[in-house]
């Protein structure tokens, strides 16, 4: 139990945490703003609204158009306020629970876009580590654990949906010799990969990697060094296949895997660069 939870909480420089809020935080508004950006088109469909379970348990009922308005100013303003540093713990929390508002009233019209969930964790868990400055090197237990958990949430999201074949095909291996990606490439496909359509067993052999590669996924959370990165890799080259052959970009995702990389090392080199140039205009 002690090595489980020593894992779990691993400690890792307050300035990781940094970073990586104002990465999360700067793709949240992008993506409320063009990519999750529904929700005040929902506010003028009530009737459509079939909130998912956790909306149902906590009782959320459809937005109006105004109360959408607000939710995003405040979305908005939340993650600002935390990219800036200025009142983390209010704007972190406040940035979790608008976004977890928005998510749940989006993914309440029959689409669930599983590829926001280690981003909705992120949120969540981000705000749980206090204070943290771009340039604070202390090893924190607490920083560890919300990188930790971003990092589990990220790889459940390809684990997961092996059970989601499974279950939806029947077996694993009537979804991997399936007919998957013809049928994704015959109704979404591009013209760089409308010509595999004439070698099908090329296309099967493509939904055996993808499957492995998926089932593989828990490997990535005990891989340190180049092994780590080299890992990384084929993920977001996965990624980079598929939106180039489908327009799946999956990037609220790929924006998590960057949770799994020393991020202070970026900061320090900023700076660094910062302090130079100082120096030389003196």
């Not at 809020?21 to 009530?46: E, T």
């Not at 109360?67 to 935390?82: D, E, G, K």
């Not at 990697?209 to 593989?216: C, D, M, Q, Y």
Request: aromatic share 14%; proline share 4%; hydrophobic share 55%.
């Amino acid at each position: 139990m002690r090595a489980v939870v020593g894992w779990l909480t691993r400690p890792v420089p307050l300035a990781r945490v940094a970073a990586f809020r104002a990465l999360v935080y700067a793709f949240v508004i992008w993506d409320v703003l063009f990519n999750f950006d529904d929700v005040i088109q929902h506010s003028y469909v009530h009737e459509l609204y079939q909130p998912t379970l956790l909306a149902r348990l906590i009782h959320l009922p459809p937005l109006s158009t105004a109360v959408s308005w607000a939710l995003l100013a405040a979305l908005l303003l939340s993650c600002v306020l935390a990219i800036a540093g200025r009142a983390q713990r209010l704007a972190g929390w406040g940035a979790a629970l608008t976004f977890w508002v928005w998510a749940l009233n989006s993914q309440g019209f029959s689409y669930v876009q599983h590829d926001h969930m280690a981003l909705m964790i992120a949120t969540l868990v981000l705000p749980t580590v206090g204070v943290a400055h771009y340039r604070d090197h202390r090893l924190s237990q607490a920083a560890g654990w919300a990188m930790r958990t971003v990092q589990i949430a990220t790889v459940l999201t390809y684990f997961g949906s092996v059970f989601a074949k499974w279950s939806r095909a029947g077996s694993l291996v009537t979804w991997a010799n399936g007919s998957v990606l013809t049928w994704a490439i015959v109704r979404r496909g591009s013209h760089f990969v409308e010509w595999t359509l004439a070698y099908p067993m090329l296309l099967r052999a493509a939904q055996w990697g993808s499957l492995v590669l998926e089932i593989l996924s828990p490997v990535v959370l005990f891989l340190r060094g180049r092994w780590l990165y080299l890992a990384i890799g084929c993920f977001l080259a996965f990624h980079l296949a598929t939106f180039v052959a489908m327009g799946i970009h999956f990037l609220p995702t790929v924006v998590c895997w960057f949770a799994f990389l020393p991020l202070e090392k970026v900061t320090e080199r900023l700076a660094a660069r910062r302090a130079r140039a100082r120096s030389v205009a003196a």
